[in-house]
């Protein structure tokens, strides 16, 4: 019996081994037992703290209405305030929202940030609605949240499906319902425009960590980042910018692929240009400067880095047995189903985990609170350098915890995490 069965049948929850949030959890266990951690502690992360679901009517542009289902799960704040993103996307529901929240809670305490973790998001595909639907769709369920969010309580983020633009939709809402709110009410989420209160760094933020990870971790696998050849599935605001700054620093793009397709170039394929046909296009499909290849050649393309940058479980075994890299790097949350991660562990590849590629933008979503909070706007040096602090010392916490323990990084990253939420309840103690 693993350590999630134990907890789960104490509990009395359901056991699903193919289920994202009992795998999420079982891999937090996991860790618990190997730090030793109290049993309270396994009892309490095993289940978010709280679980909301709502469900609101739109009205559509042609005068119909459209009843659609919200989620906000909290799943721990004894850090500080739940934060994570909202998702706009088919794909949401309860489990898969809740496996993400537990995510956020062992990222945030990975990289000692103090927030707690959420998630959050609404079963639809936003690119079937117009703008004018969104924006009604977006207010309408921030409203529904009501007070069980805000600047002190629990502030969303940009994640799949929305954007700086959502975000402020979202804060203007949260801003206009109530008076009181219309000095601090900023800080309410974060991703927002530039021009209204967002940070610097914050639409590169994911990326940049993925590259400071990378500096830190690369001479453990003998590569040299001006060296590097790797290839990316998932070319949105992760992706691209993740593509972008490794070419920066002479890493070279072999293969790409999307929903729309897959590219290879041998020479290298250039990711600014790739980016900004990306964004006319709404795809990789067709872009003129590499060639089009099948999605089987594309997990085939030898490199020495594969970049999984899209959705959560993406890439199971078959697609795993056909990869020929030396190190997968999560940018993604959760993208190796776990017969995926067994295959290629046995194989000998290296995998840096999502809970410490993928905090940047947690990280910089910090800074934006913080800025807030403090009425002030921060230059992109500073967060750049305060980023590049923050996600080192995370890796190096890492990779000592990976010696002492003679564990895989995914094991130390969540030890890590966990010693730190630990020490936590230890100080604060369980209320009453």
Known sequence: MNAATRVFEELNFEIKQDNIYYQTINNLLAAAERIN????????????????????????????????????????????PYKG???????????HIKALAAVMTIKCAL?????????????????????????????????????????????????????????????????????????????????????FGGSHGREKATGQGVVYVLEEMLPEYGIAMDKTTFSLIGFGNVGSWTGKLLQERGAVLRAVGDHTGF???????????????????????????????????FYKVQVDLFIPAALEQMIDRPKAELL????????????LQPEAE??????????LPAVLCNAGGVTVS??????????????????DRQLKIMITRAARRVKEIAR????????????????????????RGIFP
């Open 404 to 427: 002492e323990t003679g564990s895989d990084l995914r094991m130390a990253a969540y030890c890590a995490a966990l010693q730190h939420i630990d020490r936590v309840y230890e100080i």
């Open 37 to 80: 951690a109290p049993h309270r502690l396994r009892l309490i992360l095993a289940q978010p703290k709280n679980e909301l679901i709502v469900h609101f009517p739109v009205r559509m542009d042609d005068g119909s209405f459209r009843l659609f289902k919200g989620y906000r799960v909290q799943h721990n704040n004894v850090l500080g």
């Open 324 to 335: 020929n890299c030396r190190v997968v790097v999560e940018a993604a949350n959760i993208p």
């Open 111 to 195: 990289v000692q940030l103090p927030l707690g973790g959420a998630k959050g998001g609404v079963q639809f595909d936003p690119r079937t609605l117009s703008a004018e639907e969104l924006m009604r769709l977006t207010r309408r369920f921030t409203s529904a949240l009501g007070n069980n969010i805000g600047p002190d309580i629990d502030m969303p983020a940009p994640d799949v499906g929305t954007n700086a633009q959502i975000m402020a939709w979202m804060a203007d809402t949260y801003m206009n319902l109530d008076a009181s709110r219309k000095l601090n009410g900023l800080g309410i989420v974060t991703g927002k425009p530039l021009h």
């Open 263 to 297: 590219l290879y170039r041998a020479e290298g394929i250039d990711t600014v240009r790739l980016d900004e046909y990306v964004r006319r296009h709404g795809g990789v499909a067709g872009y003129p400067d590499a060639d089009e290849i099948s999605e089987e050649e």
């Open 342 to 351: 067994n295959y290629l562990v046995e194989k000998g590849v290296g995998i």
């Open 366 to 383: 910090f800074f934006e609170w913080k800025q807030n909070r403090q009425a002030e706007t921060w230059d992109l040096d500073v967060v």
């Open 85 to 95: 993103g909202i998702r706009y996307d088919n794909s949401v529901h309860l489990d």
